[in-house]
């Protein structure tokens, strides 16, 4: 709340003060008068309320000028999240606020932006956006940015190479088969050649899902036995 004193019209030779009080307010609120030292006064921090500013002075008698002034809460935050299948830009549009701070894996980036494209890390991405006002909310989302598997040949008869993207070294991998029942689980070490292979000769004819999990790496691909 900000109030400008206009001394238009008024003797330059005396010295006017002017005093300012106001009254209402939510409940429990109340604030003592104070004598203006400039021509402007301000006051910050006041809950959305109604109130009523009242401006008097002891050199002019009967003197009194009110107004009503109304704060409203400001608008909340809102944000809409969206991302193109395989794409590692996580769009965001932003409303609510003249300036926004997204935390990115505790990284900050400020923009006055309603919309920015968030390069997402490769693995888990927790991400927090604020406005400019703490009551306005925070939305906060977390996306696991996975790098990609490939198994080949698919179909196999005796096994498939699986392929693993990124620079994990330790990854889990697991087979489950097409009624979700897990066939064996393995912890291995990736060679520089990005590729393990997978024995199915000793499984029957059918389809099958490998599981890939690691630091960077949460994937599932379908494997078809001949």
């Known amino acids: 709340m900000q109030l400008d004193v206009k001394s238009d019209g008024l003797p330059n030779d005396t010295d006017f003060k002017f005093t300012v009080a106001v009254t209402g307010g939510p409940s429990g609120f109340s604030h003592t008068p104070e004598q203006l030292s400039s021509d402007t006064w301000k006051k910050e921090n006041l809950q959305a ?63 006055t932006n309603s919309k920015y494209g968030l390069e997402l890390k490769k693995g888990l991405n927790i991400i927090k956006i604020y406005a400019e006002k703490e009551c306005q909310g925070v939305y906060e989302e977390t996306i696991f940015n996975s790098e990609d598997i490939l198994l080949s040949p698919n179909p196999a008869r005796t096994s498939s190479k699986l392929w693993i993207g990124g620079d994990d070294r330790n990854v889990n991998v697991s087979m489950f088969d097409n009624a979700g029942r897990l066939l064996w689980t393995n912890q291995n070490n990736v060679p520089s050649s990005r590729s393990i292979d997978i024995q199915v000769s000793n499984l029957r004819p059918g389809l099958y899902y490998v599981k890939v999990e690691s630091e960077t790496v949460k994937q599932t691909a379908k494997l078809i036995k001949e």
């Open 49 to 111: 309320a109604t109130y009523t500013v009242c401006i008097t002075s002891e050199y002019m008698a009967n003197f009194e000028q009110c107004f009503n002034v109304i704060i409203t809460e400001p608008q909340d935050l809102s944000v809409l999240s969206s991302r193109a299948n395989g794409s590692d830009i996580l769009d965001l549009t932003m409303s609510g606020s003249k300036s926004y701070t997204i935390m990115h894996n505790n990284r900050p980036i400020k923009t």
